[in-house]
T-cell receptor, first 113, second 105 residues
Framework: GAVVSQHPSWVICKSGTSVKIECRSL??????MFWYRQFPKQSLMLMAT?????????EQGVEKDKFLINHASLTLSTLTVTSAHPEDSSFYIC?????????FGSGTRLTVV | KNEVEQSPQNLTAQEGEFITINCSYS?????LHWLQQHPGGGIVSLFM???GKKKHGRLIATINIQEKHSSLHITASHPRDSAVYIC???????FGTGTRLQVFP
């Protein structure tokens, strides 16, 4: 089946640094990828929709300058958390729609200290 | 009020029990999804429904478009079914808050 590979699975970084999270579609082309954030014991929230070759679409309340999304190829989308702060600590996960349904990455647990 | 509501929030069962998780939504949808999230965070897509019923192994998902309601059933539950089950609706993915299921031996 269709697989989305997400890397890294966890990362700890210092406050003020930037962290890049990658999602790759392994056996299909993904013109669109979705990025979500999940705080402990809360539901997944869509942050942005990443479109290959064009600008991402951000949901209301998500700072586009803080959460940089790049979708430069049909198989790779990246989310960079810039100038990370402890309140950015969360679980970040991506997904794509290969044909039928959604395929999710394994998620990245970000801890900012 | 959330656009996608799930019940119950938490569910505990003995191995072998029949389990039902409910999802109600208040928006127009093109499809409804049932997802399973394991303790480590990884998410698996279980079903995508736009009408009727689907079955995969011990899992059955139904949807009633008129009533804006879906159910996920697990027959002969097993401890490995312990996870958070999430209902989500599209076009724009809107997630329910999830149902935390624990199945004890």
């Amino acid at each position: 089946g269709a697989v989305v590979s997400q890397h890294p699975s966890w990362v700890i970084c210092k406050s003020g640094t930037s962290v890049k999270i990658e999602c790759r579609s392994l056996d299909f082309q993904a013109t669109t990828m979705f990025w979500y954030r999940q705080f402990p014991k809360q539901s997944l929230m869509l942050m942005a929709t990443s479109n290959e070759g064009s600008k991402a679409t951000y949901e209301q309340g998500v700072e586009k300058d803080k959460f940089l999304i790049n979708h430069a190829s049909l198989t790779l989308s990246t989310l960079t958390v810039t100038s990370a702060h402890p309140e950015d600590s969360s679980f970040y996960i991506c997904s794509a729609r290969p044909a039928d349904g959604y395929t999710f990455g394994s998620g990245t647990r970000l801890t900012v200290v | 009020k959330n656009e996608v509501e799930q019940s119950p929030q938490n569910l505990t069962a003995q191995e072998g029990e029949f389990i039902t998780i409910n999802c109600s939504y208040s928006v127009g949808i093109s499809a409804l999804h049932w997802l399973q999230q394991h303790p480590g965070g990884g998410i698996v897509s279980l079903f995508m429904l736009s009408s009727g019923k689907k079955k995969h192994g011990r899992l059955i998902a139904t949807i009633n478009i008129q009533e804006k309601h879906s159910s996920l059933h697990i027959t002969a539950s097993h401890p490995r079914d312990s996870a958070v089950y999430i209902c989500a609706v599209t076009d724009k993915l809107i997630f329910g808050t999830g149902t935390r299921l624990q199945v004890f031996p």
